[in-house]
């Protein structure tokens, strides 16, 4: 298997496990690969809607990973510059707006981010009693905007192109000794760790649901008890994918020596630094909103 499928959130309902369809998939997804190095390779009618899912549409779908990468960076910065609800909200309206143009249905990024929902209920209440409604309100939707930022990188851009992106921006590192495509590629995983824990998440309560576990019709210490009992099989269903993501980066040969190649070499193009300058601007101004 590939080390994208074996993240890929399309197949998170699938079971974990090997077997005669995952080979015939991989099987499938070795002869979409060469179609496509020949120049002519057309996406399946289950592959298509996951793009369409992803937002592979969008018009920002085209844009460099490493200009992509600049404005979630200047985006986090200018989240902890504001210091006001209004400039917040307009960073909120910015969110929605990139959304709506990179083919992003909005309803998936809330749904994407129900695994922060409870931390983010925890900061909300501690920031309230200790700080007033303002400052718990404002801690709360700064952490929320990161989270679905991040998320909104990751409908946008594949693994490979994340990776890829932060490899090439810390290359001058490498120059120094330090292991820049390491870095790189443990970031861009603990990118799309975020989509993958919401998934695995529902996956997991809908199956205990099915079991009988109270998550809805039920007083408030069962229903605690019903969301603590979700904890371990998530942790499970982690760990297991992250041993199949290490044997096939095992398989693959990771970490040999030689510089990585890529099979297209994209280049940083003028309309890649307009958008990031666009970007960049729009969230200074929302930055500086008094």
């Not at 490899?167 to 861009?188: I, Q």
Request: glycine residues 12%; aromatic residues 6%; hydrophobic residues 55%.
């Amino acid at each position: 298997m590939t080390v994208e499928a074996l993240w890929d959130t399309g197949d998170m309902e699938k079971a974990p496990t090997y077997s005669a369809a995952s080979e015939k998939g991989d099987a499938c997804a070795a002869r979409a690969g060469a179609a496509e190095h020949a120049g002519g390779a057309r996406c399946s009618g289950g592959e298509a809607r996951r793009a369409a899912r992803i937002g592979a549409k969008g018009m920002l779908r085209a844009v460099d990973a490493r200009a992509k990468i600049g404005l979630l960076v200047a985006y986090s910065v200018a989240l902890f510059c504001t210091g006001n609800l209004l400039g917040l909200g307009v960073a909120t309206a910015l969110l929605a707006a990139v959304a709506f143009v990179g083919g992003v249905p909005v309803a998936r990024l809330l749904r994407e981010g129900a695994f922060a929902y409870p931390i983010v209920g925890f900061l909300l209440v501690y920031n309230v009693a200790a700080s007033g409604w303002l400052a718990g309100i404002a801690v709360a939707l700064r952490l929320l905007l990161l989270v679905w930022a991040s998320l909104l990188l990751m409908a946008l851009s594949t693994p490979a192109e994340l990776s890829e992106g932060l490899r090439r921006l810390f290359s001058p590192l490498g120059r120094l000794g330090l292991p820049v495509r390491d870095f790189a590629t443990s970031l861009s995983i603990a990118l799309r760790f975020m989509p993958l824990l919401s998934e695995e998440l529902r996956a997991v309560r809908a199956a205990q649901a099915s079991r009988g576990a109270a998550f809805e019709d039920a007083g408030l210490v069962r229903r605690l008890r019903a969301y603590g009992g979700l904890m371990v099989p998530v942790l499970v269903g982690l760990f297991r994918r992250a041993d199949r993501l290490a044997a096939a980066m095992e398989a693959r040969c990771y970490g040999a020596s030689g510089e990585p190649t890529s099979l297209v070499e994209r280049r940083f193009s003028a309309g890649d630094g307009a958008v990031l300058l666009v970007g960049v601007a729009a969230c200074v101004a929302f930055a500086l909103v008094p």
